[in-house]
């Protein structure tokens, strides 16, 4: 057995690791007090309980941690307290602030480590975004972009959690239209590769969407979605001097109608930064193209599915899986994104790309939290005096495949990744403020024993 393989049936078998849980007296909730919040509906705050008035508690240990995670994870409260005393719950809850006209400076590449490489002050993107939580104190988010710079963009995003009486049913409105000068064409020697014609403007992107949301039970969503997609790209695009295949049938503009379904089954502890729990998402997308073929429609199913388990003391181990199904096996290059994209990525492998129509990606990783702590954070601040922050050592192993079958038949254009198992791993250092911000820093390593340090402002998995 190899060493990688150890790694992994190790983490596997630390994770069947239980911890008994505290008991304490039985008592029936008589009433629920909140204090402290002087936006949000009480409503809200109760709809996420695991209890309600009425209930005999047995175990109140277990439904007040597991209620302080849920309503953490509404992302409206930067601290949450939970007590009774003879039935009489009294819930103290800090909130954030709701209004935040936040400033974006941001990069045009795939991920921070790809841009550091040039530093090039061109490609950055720079703008406002005015977000707006928690509108009418019932966790509404209104969110209007605003970006120049590397690329022009604006949207309008606007969620409803919940519309009906019962709490179960909420929407959301999403509308999208930006443009860039340069276009991120082809993908050569497992890197993109980008195409700019005098500073003219080449591809223009349109979207509307509309989700419907159901959620009855605490940890399950249901998500139906439909919408619109178009984009249009200058002529010398898809040249044959450029892509002919940049869009289907070296045609200059692509229009999508497409509708989908996702479930959500999601029990972290923490959202933002997870230590313990579940998350599986199943999503299926059917897309039709209004091009001059008739019933021309391509089909995509994504699974995906982490666990998080603490394993003894300050170790805490997480497991990752997910896989990509695409029905076309040979689509335009704007659908053949596999790893190396968002979160689908194998670490040590951040400076590349691997594309095709289908995948399947692991991850494993073990961490150490050293630090856990509150400290004083802004003084006179008000909400922010306080800021719990955590440290982390982590070690990690990931692997992926990425069937692509245009390279199959023989049209390689240098790549090398596709069509064989991709391993990387390494040592990192994970930093997170407030529950759910977070940055990392990783030695990485491939499985050609390239390796450097990356960083990264998200959780890994």
Same mark, same amino acid.
């Given at each position: 057995?190899?060493?990688?393989?150890?790694?992994?049936?190790?983490?596997?078998?630390?994770?069947?690791?239980?911890?008994?849980?505290?008991?304490?007296?039985?008592?029936?909730?008589?009433?629920?007090?909140?204090?402290?919040?002087?936006?949000?509906?009480?409503?809200?705050?109760?709809?996420?309980?695991?209890?309600?008035?009425?209930?005999?508690?047995?175990?109140?240990?277990?439904?007040?941690?597991?209620?302080?995670?849920?309503?953490?994870?509404?992302?409206?409260?930067?601290?949450?307290?939970?007590?009774?005393?003879?039935?009489?719950?009294?819930?103290?809850?800090?909130?954030?602030?709701?209004?935040?006209?936040?400033?974006? #400076?941001?990069?045009?590449?795939?991920?921070?480590?790809?841009?550091?490489?040039?530093?090039?002050?061109?490609?950055?993107?720079?703008?406002?975004?005015?977000?707006?939580?928690?509108?009418?104190?019932?966790?509404?988010?209104?969110?209007?972009?605003?970006?120049?710079?590397?690329?022009?963009?604006?949207?309008?995003?606007?969620?409803?959690?919940?519309?009906?009486?019962?709490?179960?049913?909420?929407?959301?409105?999403?509308?999208?239209?930006?443009?860039?000068?340069?276009?991120?064409?082809?993908?050569?020697?497992?890197?993109?590769?980008?195409?700019?014609?005098?500073?003219?403007?080449?591809?223009?992107?349109?979207?509307?969407?509309?989700?419907?949301?159901?959620?009855?039970?605490?940890?399950?969503?249901?998500?139906?979605?439909?919408?619109?997609?178009?984009?249009?790209?200058?002529?010398?695009?898809?040249?044959?001097?450029?892509?002919?295949?940049?869009?289907?049938?070296?045609?200059?503009?692509?229009?999508?109608?497409?509708?989908?379904?996702?479930?959500?089954?999601?029990?972290?502890?923490?959202?933002?930064?997870?230590?313990?729990?579940?998350?599986?998402?199943?999503?299926?997308?059917?897309?039709?193209?209004?091009?001059?073929?008739?019933?021309?429609?391509?089909?995509?199913?994504?699974?995906?599915?982490?666990?998080?388990?603490?394993?003894?003391?300050?170790?805490?181990?997480?497991?990752?899986?997910?896989?990509?199904?695409?029905?076309?096996?040979?689509?335009?290059?704007?659908?053949?994104?596999?790893?190396?994209?968002?979160?689908?990525?194998?670490?040590?492998?951040?400076?590349?790309?691997?594309?095709?129509?289908?995948?399947?990606?692991?991850?494993?990783?073990?961490?150490?939290?050293?630090?856990?702590?509150?400290?004083?954070?802004?003084?006179?601040?008000?909400?922010?005096?306080?800021?719990? #922050?955590?440290?982390?050592?982590?070690?990690?192993?990931?692997?992926?495949?990425?069937?692509?079958?245009?390279?199959?038949?023989?049209? #390689?254009?240098?790549?090398?990744?596709?069509?064989?198992?991709?391993?990387?791993?390494?040592?990192?250092?994970?930093?997170?403020?407030?529950?759910?911000?977070?940055?990392?820093?990783?030695?990485?390593?491939?499985?050609?024993?390239?390796?450097?340090?990356?960083?990264?402002?998200?959780?890994?998995?």
């Amino acid at each position: 057995m190899t060493l990688k393989s150890i790694f992994v049936f190790f983490l596997f078998f630390l994770s069947s690791y239980s911890y008994s849980q505290s008991f304490d007296s039985t008592f029936k909730i008589e009433s629920i007090e909140i204090i402290g919040n002087k936006k949000t509906k009480d409503g809200i705050i109760l709809r996420e309980l695991t209890f309600k008035v009425g209930d005999t508690i047995v175990n109140w240990n277990y439904h007040a941690e597991q209620s302080r995670k849920q309503l953490i994870n509404l992302f409206l409260f930067n601290e949450i307290q939970l007590s009774h005393n003879n039935g009489q719950v009294t819930i103290h809850v800090t909130e954030r602030w709701y209004l935040w006209p936040i400033p974006i #400076l941001d990069y045009a590449d795939r991920n921070f480590n790809q841009w550091w490489l040039t530093k090039d002050p061109k490609r950055l993107i720079y703008g406002v975004d005015l977000s707006w939580y928690n509108l009418r104190g019932r966790n509404e988010t209104m969110v209007l972009n605003l970006v120049m710079g590397y690329t022009k963009s604006a949207g309008l995003t606007y969620r409803i959690p919940f519309f009906n009486k019962k709490k179960t049913w909420g929407v959301q409105l999403k509308l999208i239209a930006n443009a860039n000068r340069e276009v991120w064409y082809a993908t050569k020697s497992d890197k993109v590769v980008f195409f700019n014609d005098n500073d003219q403007q080449l591809i223009r992107r349109e979207m509307g969407e509309l989700v419907l949301t159901h959620r009855k039970k605490f940890f399950s969503y249901h998500n139906f979605y439909g919408g619109f997609r178009r984009i249009r790209v200058n002529d010398t695009v898809v040249s044959n001097e450029v892509n002919r295949g940049y869009l289907l049938y070296g045609l200059n503009q692509q229009k999508e109608l497409y509708a989908g379904y996702q479930f959500v089954y999601d029990k972290r502890d923490f959202k933002g930064f997870p230590l313990s729990g579940h998350l599986l998402k199943v999503n299926g997308e059917m897309a039709n193209f209004l091009v001059p073929v008739e019933d021309l429609q391509t089909l995509m199913f994504k699974v995906a599915y982490s666990r998080y388990f603490p394993v003894k003391g300050r170790f805490f181990g997480s497991l990752h899986g997910t896989a990509r199904w695409y029905s076309n096996n040979f689509p335009q290059y704007t659908n053949v994104q596999a790893l190396g994209y968002g979160k689908d990525y194998i670490r040590g492998y951040e400076l590349f790309v691997i594309d095709g129509s289908r995948f399947a990606l692991g991850k494993a990783e073990l961490k150490y939290r050293f630090l856990s702590k509150k400290f004083k954070f802004l003084d006179h601040t008000k909400n922010y005096e306080i800021a719990p #922050l955590s440290l982390f050592l982590s070690g990690y192993f990931d692997a992926g495949y990425v069937v692509n079958f245009d390279q199959q038949n023989g049209n #390689l254009n240098g790549n090398r990744l596709p069509n064989s198992l991709q391993n990387g791993g390494g040592v990192g250092f994970n930093m997170v403020l407030f529950y759910d911000y977070c940055m990392r820093l990783e030695y990485s390593f491939d499985r050609y024993l390239n390796n450097r340090m990356y960083v990264s402002f998200v959780a890994s998995m």
